[in-house]
Every structure is written in structure tokens, then in C-alpha cells.
């Protein structure tokens, strides 16, 4: 079985761009998650999506965004991007039904805003 | 405000010895202690996880002991060898609630040769 698998893998973008990563979650999962991972912070989560729906949401500004498909592949969206969004953005991928809560991550997706 | 407590920030210890590092946390509606270990690069990769209705779990040389009443759980790698060396992180995650995980700050753990 595939893993979860992100794209791009690396990205630079300079202050006032936006940007929008993919993530391809494993096959059958339909919850997929999205956290911010920087030295100081550590790993945040950001949103997660089922079947389409946001489910919940974590404390980022409304910059931050996403989507998923009727695929499950989801999207984020970073507009008006500032320094401090450089980071890691870590896509989370989880079965199909409350109480099946193993996480499985893809290798993220490197952010680099000059 | 960080609702779950990792450490040591980083561990050395010595081929063939213990590894410990320890996490607490304050939301008692948490009831799934799942562990990840990243290499350099990679995503997170999930370890062991635990649930609180038992103390203890133990998969090969890794270990998680659970104590509920003081909301304190540890993972214990045991004849810890070099290719352990990694950043280790402890998580929480309410699963009847909003089911995201809230993660510890990482423990980077070398074992030395």
C-alpha cells in the first residue's frame, strides 16, 4: 500500500505569495490532516478534513486554508505568505472511522519564504 | 499554552543502554498516547501508541508505561542502538473531541557507538 505522499517536496517563495501544497493520502483513508512543524513551535496542527467537510481547526490565521476533494487528496493553501511561514507542513493520514486514530505522516513539504 | 509536557530536549546514551524520556499532560479528556519517531528529512513515523486502560505496552525493545492518575506516560527504548538515534515525540489526542493530535517539543535522541 502506497504511503502518504505530499508534493512538493520543496518550495521557496518570497513575502506576499501565496502557495498551495497537495497531499495524496493512503488509499481507503479519508481523514487527512495538516500541521506546521518549526523549531520553536514544534508541531502544530492546523485542520483536518473528512469527506470533504473541515472537521476542526487549529489556532493559525485565516491566511491558512484547505481543501479536500471527493478523492480525499486535500490541499492547503498559504496566502500572503510571511517570513515566519517558513516551516515543514506535515500532511496526517487517518482511517476511515472515529476510533481508528493511527496517524500516518508523508514526508512534508518544505517551505521557504524569503 | 502547551498541554503536553516532553523530556529531556535531548539524550545521549550509549550503545546497548536505555533510552527514557517522559511526557505529561493536562487534559484528562485524552485518551490516545501515540509516539513518533522522525529522522532527518523524513515525516514523523509512528512507534507505539498507547490507550488509558492499561499501564503498560511493549512492542520489541520499545516500551510505554502509562501512569493515569499522575497524566504522566514514558517511552522506554531498550538496548538502545545507533540507528535509534532520532527526534522522538510524544503525543495526545482526544478521540472523542476534535481527534488532533497535540504534540510534545521533541526529544532528540543521540546513541552513541
Not at chain 2, 550509549?14 to 479528556?29: F, L, M
Not at chain 2, 478521540?95 to 510534545?104: A, P, Y
Request: net charge positive; aromatic share 12%; with cysteine.
Amino acid at each position: 500500500k502506497a504511503g502518504v505522499t505530499q508534493t512538493p517536496r520543496y518550495l521557496i517563495k518570497t513575502r506576499g505569495q501565496q502557495v498551495t501544497l497537495s497531499c495524496s493520502p493512503i488509499s481507503g483513508h479519508r481523514s487527512v490532516s495538516w500541521y506546521q512543524q518549526t523549531p520553536g513551535q514544534g508541531l502544530q496542527f492546523l485542520f483536518e478534513y473528512f469527506s470533504e467537510t473541515q472537521r476542526n481547526k487549529g489556532n493559525f490565521p485565516g491566511r491558512f486554508s484547505g481543501r479536500q476533494f471527493s478523492n480525499s487528496r486535500s490541499e492547503m493553501n498559504v496566502s500572503t505568505l510571511e517570513l515566519g511561514d517558513s516551516a515543514l507542513y506535515l500532511c496526517a493520514s487517518t482511517g476511515d472511522h472515529r476510533g481508528n486514530t493511527e496517524a500516518f505522516f508523508g514526508q512534508g513539504t518544505r517551505l521557504t519564504v524569503v | 499554552q502547551q498541554q503536553v509536557k516532553q523530556s529531556p530536549q535531548s539524550l545521549i546514551v550509549q550503545k546497548g543502554g536505555i533510552s527514557i524520556i517522559n511526557c505529561a499532560y493536562e487534559n484528562t479528556a485524552f485518551d490516545y498516547f501515540p509516539w513518533y519517531q522522525q529522522f532527518p528529512g523524513k515525516g514523523p513515523a509512528l512507534l507505539i501508541a498507547i490507550r488509558p486502560d492499561v499501564s503498560e505496552k511493549k512492542e520489541g525493545r520499545f516500551t510505554i508505561s502509562f501512569n493515569k492518575s499522575a497524566k504522566q506516560f514514558s517511552l522506554h527504548i531498550m538496548d538502545s542502538q545507533p540507528g535509534d538515534s532520532a527526534t522522538y515525540f510524544c503525543a495526545a489526542m482526544d478521540q472523542g473531541g476534535s481527534e488532533k493530535l497535540v504534540f510534545g517539543k521533541g526529544t532528540k535522541l543521540t546513541v552513541n557507538p
